[in-house]
């Protein structure tokens, strides 16, 4: 067996200063070592082995272990586990700790102290997440889920939904309309529509919010989201709860940051795959090697029919770019680019009733014409800066344009027994924003803190609208030359004895022009006591929303009103021994949702911004390749007035809560498997105050997911996944009333068939399950002549589909 000298002169990162009789004396060290008999050499030393880890037990990679012994250095790097392991002489050692953010630290170890099996604690000085130059979370607490890059570099993702389901975290994301429009997002026990309702889930790519306010369809749509790209990101940080004050408005039930790559390991990456349902997909991109620099450019296309009768004719064109410039050795700017189109036909919500009579296919239609349009693009700056004494100084900028058509038949011939209830609905976009972030590592009662400390400006501006159509056509209307029978109206006073199509449901019509800006302010102050074993977090956050509306059918409904929020958050984490992984922790956070500017121009004596306040306490545990945590939650929700897009009204929920817990587990169960897996229960909920008791409908009361992961064995990488939802009510007085649960399992194969080149494999529900994604209860006409009634509606989850591809990669970096 060969063997080598182990030695070097000096740490990484700046050259030591170290004398020339050192040097010698370490190289005359290693040659008179190794120049001896095997068993004399073993007589002499002996094996150092341990992990480094946070004090809440987090493994940490990539430290440098530096060992001193008799003038002697030896060196060691920890690895993806933590883990580090070298052979050392006998005596007394020293153990110096360094690495990117990290406090350096020193351990000694006696000649007769134990040296295999340690456990070395470090803290660090500023968060590691900001290396990269976008402004993300600063926190480092439990409450923080990461999903990293190789979650998606080998993944088949022809639709956004897939790509949430990676996310996990209690998160349940329906499909509507076979994937075009925005997912519908279920979290802890409400239903968030497309993201905006009950307090929110936020959305961002790079610091830009995909969440869109006052929108044409809903209150924090989600749709931006179908121009990522799967390939391009590097990591999501998931936040459980509304526990950072970097995060404002739709931050109520957490927080999903997406970030980006800005260069790709190879200079040239191409993508081609195929599969059921008429799909196909290709990505090329070119991240060409820069001196000063990093970045690529991006092509990505997507095509579909989906499983359905009418087909989806689903179709999606993303460009995307990244440019980063060095600015000496602290500074960097970023630009970012992205572009992209989205055009579709869809079944969309099928009733249930009609299925199960064998009078629809599962897959069926109603109105062939639904369907959806959407153009969008981004283009965004970011600075950063590292400072005097570890600080950091972060500034973005983003200008975002959209235009966005969508055309529903939700109730079929309900109001309009003759042309039918279609409706078209537009958004004309500009939004614009700014981020600043300042993050300084300080000493606090002579402890270990940091400060965090920002601001954001939101603003767009919106031309949106509410159309009668039929046919794709906005002027149903006008199609009329008499009155409909059993469509109920008021006379129009210039037209007698037709219907006033600005008051009747069967001619719905809003236009508006929105206007909406929130600045916002932060600071969060975090401070580690005894050794790290205590962590104590506070922070505090104000917005400020100004709406401004002029509605171009009904003046009277235009108006201008102001409201602001302050949220506060604490945090603590307590660690009673090092040598036991195990952590108490407590989060609060007060997250705020804003209201549609139309409804709060209509009715501004109604509350502008709602409030959610979130409790979590729990403890997590860390034994080297197994984790676990458990978490008790509670969440009240206030007073909020939801704009309903789809018919122009308004309705109002009352004050509501939600109680439960989450467990959550990781286990490495060899070097190459892991498993991992979450279960969300939430226990109650309901509205506050209401008697008889009014429970909160429209989510699943238990999610579960679990993940088996197979990671580089013999040129194999792959995943298969599990994912439970709960059946639940959609009533919330008849708890008879309920949709069905979910029970599906995906699985992804990756085969390195050379160098540059992969084979990939992903099979859709593995095991066919039936089961349907968004499910609402309302009225509805089928047929002209039939009655009205109420019944389920829903959009069918996809079958089982196999879809194969080839990776190429050239000229790796």
């Known amino acids: 067996?060969?063997?080598?000298?182990?030695?070097?002169?000096?740490?990484?990162?700046?050259?030591?200063?170290?004398?020339?009789?050192?040097?010698?004396?370490?190289?005359?060290?290693?040659?008179?070592?190794?120049?001896?008999?095997?068993?004399?050499?073993?007589?002499?030393?002996?094996?150092?082995?341990?992990?480094?880890?946070?004090?809440?037990?987090?493994?940490?990679?990539?430290?440098?272990?530096?060992?001193?012994?008799?003038?002697?250095?030896?060196?060691?790097?920890?690895?993806?586990?933590?883990?580090?392991?070298?052979?050392?002489?006998?005596?007394?050692?020293?153990?110096?700790?360094?690495?990117?953010?990290?406090?350096?630290?020193v351990r000694e170890i006696a000649a007769g102290d134990s040296a295999g099996g340690l456990r070395l604690v470090i803290e660090y000085v500023v968060p590691p997440i900001h290396e990269s130059i976008v402004i993300v979370d600063s926190s480092l607490d439990p409450g923080v889920e990461r999903r990293n890059e190789e979650v998606y570099r080998g993944a088949?993702?022809?639709?956004?939904?897939?790509?949430?389901?990676?996310?996990?975290?209690?998160?349940?994301?329906?499909?509507?309309?076979?994937?075009?429009?925005?997912?519908?997002?279920?979290?802890?026990?409400?239903?968030m529509d497309h993201g905006g309702l009950f307090g929110g889930f936020k959305v961002l790519v790079d610091d830009v919010q995909q969440n869109f306010g006052t929108q044409g369809h809903g209150q924090g749509y989600l749709g931006q989201l179908k121009s990522l790209t799967p390939e391009l990101v590097e990591g999501v940080e998931v936040l459980n709860g509304p526990f950072s004050a970097q995060y404002g408005d739709f931050s109520g039930l957490g927080v999903a940051h997406v970030r980006t790559r800005e260069s790709l390991p190879d200079v040239m990456t191409a993508r081609v795959q195929g599969g059921s349902f008429d799909t196909f997909r290709g990505f090329l991109a070119y991240s060409p090697v820069l001196k000063n620099g990093a970045g690529f450019i991006a092509y990505e296309a997507s095509r579909t029919n989906g499983p359905f009768v009418s087909p989806l004719r689903y179709r999606r064109d993303n460009l995307t770019g990244n440019y980063t410039r060095n600015l000496g050795g602290k500074s960097a700017l970023g630009f970012k680019l992205n572009l992209g189109r989205n055009d579709f036909s869809s079944s969309g919500q099928i009733p249930l009733d009609e299925v199960a009579a064998g009078r629809l296919d599962r897959f069926g239609f109603i109105d062939a014409d639904n369907g959806g349009r959407v153009r969008g693009g981004t283009a965004a700056v970011y600075y950063r800066r590292e400072l005097d004494g570890g600080g950091l100084l972060k500034a973005d900028g983003f200008l975002t344009r959209s235009l966005f058509d969508l055309w529903s038949n939700f109730t079929f011939h309900l109001n309009d027994p003759e042309f039918g209830d279609e409706i078209q609905q537009h958004d004309s976009r500009l939004q614009e924003g700014t981020n600043v972030q300042y993050v300084r590592?300080?000493?606090?009662?002579?402890?270990?803190?940091?400060?965090?400390?920002?601001?954001?400006?939101?603003?767009?501006?919106?031309?949106?609208?509410?159309?009668?159509?039929?046919?794709?056509?906005?002027?149903?209307?006008?199609?009329?030359?008499?009155?409909?029978?059993?469509?109920?109206?008021?006379?129009?006073?210039?037209?007698?004895g037709l219907p006033d199509r600005f008051n009747s449901p069967c001619f719905l019509l809003t236009s508006a022009r929105a206007r909406v800006t929130n600045p916002g302010v932060y600071a969060q102050q975090a401070v580690d006591l005894f050794g790290g074993r205590l962590h104590l977090g506070g922070g505090l956050r104000y917005d400020y929303f100004r709406f401004n509306v002029e509605d171009l059918i009904r003046p009277a409904f235009s108006g201008a009103r102001g409201e602001g929020r302050i949220q506060p958050k604490a945090s603590l984490a307590y660690t009673p021994s090092h040598s036991f992984p195990a952590t108490v922790h407590f989060n609060y956070g007060r997250g705020i949702s804003s209201q549609d500017a139309r409804g709060v121009a209509r009715r501004p004596e109604s509350p502008r911004v709602a409030t959610t306040d979130f409790y979590?306490?729990?403890?997590?545990?860390?034994?080297?390749?197994?984790?676990?945590?458990?978490?008790?939650?509670?969440?009240?929700?206030?007073?909020?007035?939801?704009?309903?897009?789809?018919?122009?009204?308004?309705?109002?929920?009352?004050?509501?809560?939600?109680?439960?817990?989450?467990?959550?587990?990781?286990?490495?169960?060899?070097?190459?498997?892991?498993?991992?897996?979450?279960?969300?229960?939430?226990?109650?909920?309901?509205?506050?105050?209401?008697?008889?008791?009014?429970?909160?409908?429209?989510?699943?009361?238990?999610?579960?997911?679990?993940?088996?992961?197979?990671?580089?064995?013999?040129?194999?990488?792959?995943?298969?996944?599990?994912?439970?939802?709960?059946?639940?009510?959609?009533?919330?007085?008849?708890?008879?009333?309920?949709?069905?649960?979910?029970?599906?399992?995906?699985?992804?194969?990756?085969?390195?068939?050379?160098r540059d080149l992969d084979f990939n494999l992903a099979v859709d529900n593995l095991f066919n399950r039936r089961y349907f994604e968004t499910q609402n209860y309302f009225e509805s006409r089928v047929r002209p002549g039939d009655e009205p009634s109420a019944r389920i509606h829903a959009t069918p989850g996809y079958p089982f589909g196999v879809t194969v591809g080839l990776t190429f990669r050239f000229n790796g970096k």
């Open 1 to 105: 067996m060969r063997r080598r000298c182990a030695a070097e002169t000096s740490p990484p990162g700046p050259a030591s200063k170290i004398t020339f009789m050192r040097k010698l004396s370490a190289v005359v060290f290693c040659l008179l070592t190794f120049s001896q008999p095997a068993a004399a050499q073993s007589a002499g030393r002996r094996a150092l082995s341990g992990v480094v880890v946070t004090a809440s037990g987090e493994v940490v990679p990539g430290v440098a272990v530096v060992v001193t012994s008799a003038g002697v250095e030896l060196r060691a790097v920890s690895d993806a586990e933590g883990a580090f392991r070298l052979s050392v002489p006998r005596g007394a050692l020293t153990l110096n700790l360094s690495g990117e953010n990290i406090a350096p630290a």
């Open 156 to 191: 088949l993702f022809s639709r956004d939904d897939q790509l949430f389901d990676t996310l996990a975290a209690g998160i349940n994301a329906g499909q509507h309309e076979g994937g075009g429009k925005s997912l519908e997002v279920r979290r802890f026990g409400f239903n």
């Open 441 to 496: 590592p300080h000493t606090l009662f002579g402890a270990r803190a940091l400060l965090t400390a920002g601001g954001n400006l939101q603003s767009f501006q919106t031309n949106v609208g509410l159309y009668p159509s039929a046919g794709r056509d906005p002027g149903r209307a006008d199609l009329l030359r008499s009155v409909p029978s059993g469509c109920p109206f008021e006379d129009d006073p210039a037209r007698p």
């Open 616 to 754: 979590q306490l729990g403890t997590s545990h860390n034994f080297g390749r197994f984790s676990a945590s458990a978490h008790l939650f509670l969440i009240d929700n206030s007073n909020q007035q939801v704009y309903i897009p789809d018919d122009g009204s308004i309705e109002f929920a009352g004050p509501s809560r939600a109680y439960g817990f989450e467990l959550k587990n990781s286990a490495r169960i060899t070097r190459r498997l892991s498993f991992n897996g979450g279960l969300t229960r939430v226990m109650n909920a309901f509205y506050r105050g209401t008697r008889p008791r009014e429970y909160v409908d429209g989510a699943p009361h238990t999610v579960a997911n679990a993940g088996l992961t197979l990671s580089d064995w013999r040129g194999f990488s792959g995943s298969l996944r599990y994912r439970h939802t709960s059946n639940y009510r959609l009533d919330p007085l008849d708890a008879r009333i309920r949709a069905a649960g979910l029970d599906v399992v995906d699985l992804g194969v990756n085969k390195r068939l050379r």
